[in-house]
């Protein structure tokens, strides 16, 4: 079955930097795009990066782009979200999800606290 796992969510202080990983499993993962969601505190889950199966074509949520780097290892499973010159309001938690012929799948979710 398909699975997706966060991690290398935390604490970080303001303007620092943080790697989450999302490791998948079940699935070709290098034939899907892959994207990273977040919900903040008393928000609903809102879109941050895309990317597509080669890791050619990214795109990003106008708050975190040229400071979040989404990329990928196909070889691994695994998709990445470099986050850097972070603040409070990237507080949230962080999910890795994947549409499969129409079914949207997720993992548990990191969270990630910004704060000094």
């Known amino acids: 079955q398909v699975q997706l796992a966060e991690s290398g969510g935390g604490a970080v202080q303001p303007g620092g930097s943080l790697t989450l990983s999302c490791t998948a499993s079940g699935f070709a993962f290098s034939k899907y795009p892959m994207r990273w969601h977040r919900r903040r505190p008393g928000k609903v889950r809102e879109y941050v990066a895309y990317?597509?199966?080669?890791?050619?074509?990214?795109n990003y949520q106008d708050s975190v782009r040229g400071r979040f780097i989404i990329s990928r290892d196909n070889a691994k499973s695994t998709v990445y979200l470099q986050m850097s010159s972070v603040n409070p309001e990237d507080t949230a938690e962080y999910y890795c999800?994947?549409?499969?012929?129409?079914?949207?799948?997720w993992g548990q979710g990191t969270q990630v606290t910004v704060s000094t």
């Open positions: 999800n994947v549409d499969i012929l129409s079914r949207e799948y």
């Open positions: 990317i597509d199966s080669s890791g050619g074509e990214t």
